[in-house]
């Protein structure tokens, strides 16, 4: 279904913008009028990551007016296998004023905004007043619930996109553009179960992959802004990069939906982080009074070397991550085993247990499970192997 252009057209294009757009303008669809609904288009995109980087640059290229970068972030060396908007130099800089350099490079005519900040309740619908459309490339399930309501309240549409390893999705988000237009909720009512999900960090990304869904993003941000073709409004895209399959599922609108459904209970913003829980209710407690420093860590292994303690270092992070960095003496048993119970044959019934992961919640995960078996005094590692790398042993890779 098409829907009306979401922008009026500005006034005209100067004789530059008209020389730099012409492949846009011998397109009749687009044609003058809609480059002249992308230049006075105002788009927000949240994040300058994986998805931001191509989502940006080609709404530059494409003469989008004003552009705003949502990112609080520094440009750091392992975000650049995939985030393209950033290169060598900007290591250690921050991401917003990278992102703004490299658009303005790519086009000049761009007016670019930038909210150096986190959002968060206080400032999200602050960030969004004004702006037309929101692509949203953010990586965590707190934010995106943030940006789907915070959008719903203002009105503002926005293009949704998610990636992790060879699998990505996108989706157009806008319930008022008709009575069966769903939101981010009417697809996903819950975030999933808190350890189930792994970040990016953790979970991995191809790298080409942000291109092929920042790109549909782009695409789908056009097509809103200038009114032409069908956007994928109550459309799932589901691209699988291994079998190079591209799949369209339909969204229906969930008459039932917490936001934008007939009885709506979520009528203001709420708390993200208690919704979404970072770290599961059980895990939290079994982390109370049984969470060391990697200084005490170290401590104990020395001790365990001298021979006046003893007990087992179990990493239960995956073996590729293990192959990366290991803190020395551990043993690998992945969280999963620890899932399908096959981990408490491994261990030893007579020794302290301690576990650690990447950064301490697939750990504190464990650690619930492992004392749930009657090992009372097992107990994981602040901040995983992350902090070991930081604070400990500076020699070993991080990622
Ligand atoms: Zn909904």
Request: proline share 6%.
């Given at each position: ?40 288009a105002k788009v927000l995109v949240i994040g300058a990551g994986g998805l931001g980087s191509p989502a940006l640059l080609y709404l530059a290229a494409a003469g989008v007016g004003t552009l705003g970068i949502a990112e609080f972030d520094e440009v750091d060396e392992s975000n650049l296998q995939r985030q393209i908007i950033h290169t060598q130099s900007d ?172 009885n709506p209970t979520v009528t203001g913003l709420i708390d993200y982080d208690a919704f979404c829980g970072a770290i599961s209710d059980e895990a939290a407690d079994a982390a109370v009074g049984s969470t060391i420093s990697v200084t005490q860590l170290e401590h104990m292994l020395k001790e365990r070397d001298e021979g006046t303690r003893d007990f087992v ?87």
């Amino acid at each position: 279904m098409s829907l009306p252009a979401l922008v009026d057209p500005a006034d005209e294009l100067t004789i530059d913008e008209v020389r730099r757009y012409s492949r846009h303008l011998i397109i009749p669809d687009v044609g003058m009028t809609g480059q002249k609904r992308l230049k006075n288009a105002k788009v927000l995109v949240i994040g300058a990551g994986g998805l931001g980087s191509p989502a940006l640059l080609y709404l530059a290229a494409a003469g989008v007016g004003t552009l705003g970068i949502a990112e609080f972030d520094e440009v750091d060396e392992s975000n650049l296998q995939r985030q393209i908007i950033h290169t060598q130099s900007d290591i250690g800089r921050s991401k917003a004023v990278s992102a703004k350099e490299s658009v303005l490079e790519a086009n000049p005519y761009v007016n670019v905004v930038l909210h150096e900040e986190r959002l968060d309740n206080d400032n999200v619908l602050q960030v969004f007043e004004g702006y037309d459309l929101i692509v949203d490339g953010t990586d965590n399930f707190a934010t995106r619930y943030m940006v789907n309501d915070a959008a719903y309240f203002l009105k503002i549409p926005y293009v949704w996109g998610s990636i992790y390893r060879f699998d990505g999705q996108a989706s157009v988000f806008w319930p008022h553009s008709g009575p069966d237009a769903p939101c981010y909720r009417c697809l996903y009512p819950e975030p999933p179960p808190p350890g189930m999900v792994p970040s990016c960090a953790e979970g991995g990304v191809l790298g080409v992959l942000c291109a092929s869904i920042g790109s549909i993003q782009v695409n789908e941000a056009i097509k809103v802004l200038t009114g032409i073709g069908d956007p994928a409004v109550g459309k799932l895209v589901i691209y699988d990069a291994l079998e190079l399959e591209w799949r369209k599922l339909k969204v229906r609108k969930d008459p039932s939906c917490a936001l934008c459904g007939d009885n709506p209970t979520v009528t203001g913003l709420i708390d993200y982080d208690a919704f979404c829980g970072a770290i599961s209710d059980e895990a939290a407690d079994a982390a109370v009074g049984s969470t060391i420093s990697v200084t005490q860590l170290e401590h104990m292994l020395k001790e365990r070397d001298e021979g006046t303690r003893d007990f087992v270092l179990v990493d239960v992070r995956e073996p590729n991550e293990y192959e990366i960095n290991q803190i020395p003496g551990s043993v690998l048993i992945p969280k999963g085993d620890f899932l399908n119970g096959s981990a408490l044959e491994q261990l030893p019934s007579d020794k302290q247990i301690v576990m650690h992961c990447k950064s301490g919640v697939r750990s504190a995960e464990t650690l619930a499970i492992v004392k749930g078996a009657g090992y009372t005094d097992a107990v994981h590692v602040g901040g995983g192997i992350v902090a070991w790398v930081n604070q400990i042993d500076p020699s070993q890779p991080a990622y």
